[in-house]
């Protein structure tokens, strides 16, 4: 009994011949979280770092040299 995929062959030229494509899970994720509430604006450069910051103000006293 012979199948209709028996001579198939996944290779790259297969996967790259395929007209579709699935989104990242997080890509779908935010989709779902965003089409329930509208995500706020954010700046692309903030004036202040995020917090716990690498360089924050705690940490510079602690690494001063006296």
């Known amino acids: 009994m012979a199948d209709d995929f ?31 509430e509208e995500p706020e604006p954010q700046p692309w450069r903030s004036d202040e770092p995020p917090a716990g910051w690498f360089f924050s103000k705690g940490r510079k006293r602690r690494w001063r040299r006296r």
Do not use: G, Y
């Open 6 to 36: 028996d001579d198939l062959v996944l290779d790259e030229d297969f996967i790259q011949a395929a007209e579709t494509s699935e989104p990242s899970a997080r890509a779908r994720m935010l989709a779902a979280r965003w089409r329930n």
